[in-house]
């Protein structure tokens, strides 16, 4: 027995003095024999109720062991590598105690149960059929620890080929050590089947016409060796890139250019020599392309803009000269306005720009002059802000 809070016990000689300085203080009516006994009734309620304040804790040790195998099935454990998890279920099956609680769940990209927790289990093949897309190590591993009891010595046996996908198995099993699970992982010699995949093809969302557009390539592998990547676009326009892969994730960066408007669809296909799955050696990707930027030039008098839209035309931008700041809906045939010297617009129009710039992230330039900033009362405006 122990006491979660032992300081309490400090109290008890206090309280039996308290208790006897009363009994001695007071007048007795009763006979000897009986007053002796009420004292040591009253100095056994006392403590009972200072030990009751120490909140004693009786603890008593538990002997029963209890061990849930989880088992990978995703798409990337071999043929070869399944029988001989199953020759090690049966092993640790066969070697345990009688007494000992044991269970079995499957993984992939999702958990299922295959045999619940149970004492004495026989070893039988396992049946259950789970999503194989992927490897969710740090998934399976909290669902699992939520059918452990809260006692005795728990443990986690994974029988994996380490390829996790999906979340962090390592991170995972630390938090279940600090609840007291162990976690043991164990990857077997034939568990891998030799694989490269492309994961992801990264574009940004939008993009000009004439752009180089930067493509990003994720493969994945679970060995090194070399392969060739086919880069391609409907356009066309295709690039062979040699590579040497390594273990895990690799990332290849290529510029396609974008010729036209519209959607621009990026295809990537992955031939490694080692590769076993061809599924999935292919990927795509999307962006959009946008035509030339349009930028509305506001002037506050006539031709003050003349030279700065010459310098933008030049630069292959399509800037048009306007005399006054176009309505909501006009402002949204332009990716930016210009301002070259105009004083500060009615409240109305403002606010247009204001949610021009905030709401759709188009561009805002103001140009100096005599009629503009302070001289053009913008202080105070939502154009200042």
């Known amino acids: 027995m122990r006491f979660a809070q032992p300081w309490w016990l400090l109290a008890l000689p206090i309280a039996w003095a308290a208790v006897l300085l009363i009994v001695r203080q007071g007048r007795r009516t009763v006979p000897a024999r009986q007053h002796r006994w009420a004292v040591w009734l009253r100095l056994v309620v006392v403590t009972m109720l200072v030990a009751s304040l120490a909140q004693p804790l009786w603890i008593q040790p538990v002997d029963q062991t209890t061990v849930l195998f989880l088992v990978d099935r995703s798409a990337s454990v071999s043929d070869a590598a399944r029988e001989a998890q199953e020759e090690f279920l049966a092993a640790a099956l066969n070697e345990a105690e009688i007494d000992d609680i044991s269970g079995v769940v499957v993984f992939g990209a999702e958990s299922r149960i295959d045999a619940a927790l149970a004492a004495g289990r026989i070893p039988a093949s396992i049946r259950t059929v789970v999503d194989d897309n992927a490897t969710d190590i740090a998934s399976a591993l909290r669902a699992s620890s939520a059918l452990l009891p809260s006692e005795g010595s728990r443990r986690i046996v994974v029988l994996t080929d380490a390829v996790e996908t999906v979340g962090n198995a390592r991170e995972a099993a630390e938090d279940l050590a600090e609840d007291g699970v162990a976690v043991d992982l164990l990857s077997l010699e034939t568990a891998r089947t030799a694989d490269a995949l492309v994961e992801s093809i990264d574009l940004p969302n939008v993009v000009r016409e004439g752009d180089l557009v930067p493509v ?24 062979v890139i040699q590579t040497d892969l390594q273990p895990g994730l690799n990332t290849i960066e290529v510029e396609v250019p974008a010729e ?20 999935n050696d292919f990927g795509q990707g999307l962006t959009r392309v946008l035509g030339p930027a349009r930028v509305a030039l506001v002037e506050g008098r006539a031709g003050e803009a003349e030279e700065l839209q010459a310098a933008l035309v030049a630069g292959g931008i399509n800037a048009e000269v306007i005399g006054s700041i176009p309505d909501e809906a006009g402002l949204l045939a332009y990716d930016a306005v210009v301002m070259v010297n105009v004083p500060a617009p009615d409240e109305d129009t403002a606010e247009s720009l204001r949610a021009y710039v905030e709401d759709l992230g188009r561009g805002l330039v103001t140009i100096g002059g005599d009629q503009a900033y302070g001289l053009g009362n913008y202080q105070g405006t939502a154009l200042e802000e």
Do not use: K, M
Request: proline content about 5%.
């Open 216 to 239: 990003q390539i994720r493969v994945r592998a679970n060995e090194a060796g070399p392969a060739t990547i086919v880069v391609s676009t409907e356009s066309g326009e295709e690039l």
């Open 260 to 279: 036209q408007t519209g959607p621009l669809v990026v295809e990537a296909r992955i031939d490694a020599g080692f590769d076993t799955r061809t599924e």
